[in-house]
């Protein structure tokens, strides 16, 4: 039910609490205590306009038994202004009560309604729907095709190129950011995404559906059988610096200070593993590059944190994620005695391509040990079918 329906509908199953009855010909005022808070809370109100702080106030005053000529100084307006908003208040107080009764929590907004003033048809518009289409559809643009020396457009900017180009002879840059608001669009903001390199929509699709599988059925194997569910990747050339002096400690009314000057000490790489059930990093890592031997022993490392349990690793389709020291590590994990052949020119293994915008995808080094007797501490991916030398080998050795 909207606010406005309860208002003109006072006969709500209600016990109205009683207030103060003023006496005289102006409008009689009454009040309820929840009421009177949130008049309070709008009449000294910093963030509510104007007319409804004023509003609030004539209310309260008018309670508090002064006459409309007392009321009329304190607020700024006449006294038939203030008659009318105490008539308004009288007529609706009723069905005010008997909202305040079904709906508690929604006091504020009824009273905050009884306040606000009804929309107004307003001045004709300057500009024509299809100049405002036009300022639309330059905020699309990239700002290199108007020759300006900006990457994303600003209000400022907008509005001197839609002057430049004659779509308007004259606007505001508010009046830029008014119409940007209407259209629900931000072009000085921009987020980062990455593009698919994967040809083949179908196959797209596949690896898309298997990561969200890993990741939406992490829960159930953490329970059921102890499985971790981890996402692993580097962050490369992280400066190592150490600066030239202590911190200062913190004290009354002062910040921690921190010495601005700094000695490098060239750059490092941080290996980490999130662990997507229990929202953890696991085993970080902090060495000078990201070679196929460091990532190998960090793999290791990661399993070490738990010999008991299953693990299953979630990475992008860098080259050190399917390499072949990796590959054989998993092997000797799984207990693998088969020939694992050579390792074949292209080493994808069903992993995402390395610049897909979707999730990543289970590094499938450890493909298949997946069934109830998987070795503890190993490593393992969702599908108990696929081989594990599937596309890292020439032969077909399958774990299972």
Not at 236 to 247: F, H, K, M, V, Y
């Amino acid at each position: 039910m909207k606010l406005t329906d309860a208002l003109r509908s006072p006969d709500l199953d209600c016990e109205v609490q009683e207030g103060l009855i003023m006496p005289g010909k102006a409008a009689k005022v009454t009040i309820s205590e929840r009421q009177q808070v949130v008049l309070e809370e709008f009449s000294r109100s910093r963030t509510a306009s104007k007319c409804v702080s004023q509003r609030a106030t004539i209310v309260l005053l008018a309670f508090q038994g002064l006459r409309n000529e007392e009321i009329a100084p304190r607020v700024g307006l006449n006294r038939q202004q203030v008659g009318l908003w105490r008539q308004r208040w009288r007529d609706v107080w009723t069905s005010l009560c008997a909202w305040e009764c079904s709906e508690p929590n929604r006091l504020r907004e009824a009273i905050l309604e009884v306040f606000t003033d009804a929309p107004r048809s307003g001045s004709p518009g300057k500009f024509t729907p299809e100049q405002i289409a036009q300022i639309i559809a330059l905020a699309c643009e990239s700002p290199a095709l108007s020759e300006r020396p900006i990457t994303r457009w600003t209000h400022r900017e907008l509005r001197d190129e839609v002057i430049k180009r004659g779509i308007v002879s004259a606007i505001s840059v508010s009046q830029v950011g008014r119409y940007l608001l209407e259209a629900a669009m931000q072009p000085h903001r921009h987020k980062m995404w990455l593009n698919t390199t994967e040809k083949d929509p179908e196959k797209f699709q596949r690896e898309v559906e298997n990561v969200c599988r890993a990741y939406l059925e992490a829960p159930y194997k953490a329970i059921a059988h102890g499985t971790h569910t981890v996402s692993v990747d580097e962050a490369t050339g992280l400066q190592a610096i150490e600066r030239n002096a202590p911190d200062k400690p913190v004290q009354p009314n002062r910040p921690v200070k921190q010495e601005f000057e700094y000695t490098r000490h060239g750059t490092t790489t941080l290996t980490a593993g999130l662990d997507v059930v229990m929202g953890e990093i696991v085993a970080p890592t902090l060495e000078a590059t990201r070679t196929e031997p460091e990532f190998v022993q960090h793999i290791a490392r990661t399993v070490n944190s738990d010999p008991t349990g299953n693990w299953i690793f979630i990475v992008d389709n860098l080259n050190t994620h399917a390499s072949e020291s990796l590959v054989k590590w998993v092997a000797d994990q799984c207990s693998v005695e088969e020939d694992l052949g050579k390792k074949a020119p292209e080493a994808s293994c069903r992993h995402k391509p390395r610049d897909a915008s979707s999730s990543r995808t289970p590094l499938t080094a450890s493909t298949s040990c997946t069934s109830p007797n998987t070795v503890p501490g190993s490593t393992r991916s969702r599908s108990s079918s696929a081989s594990f030398s599937e596309k890292f080998y020439g032969v077909e050795t399958s774990l299972r």
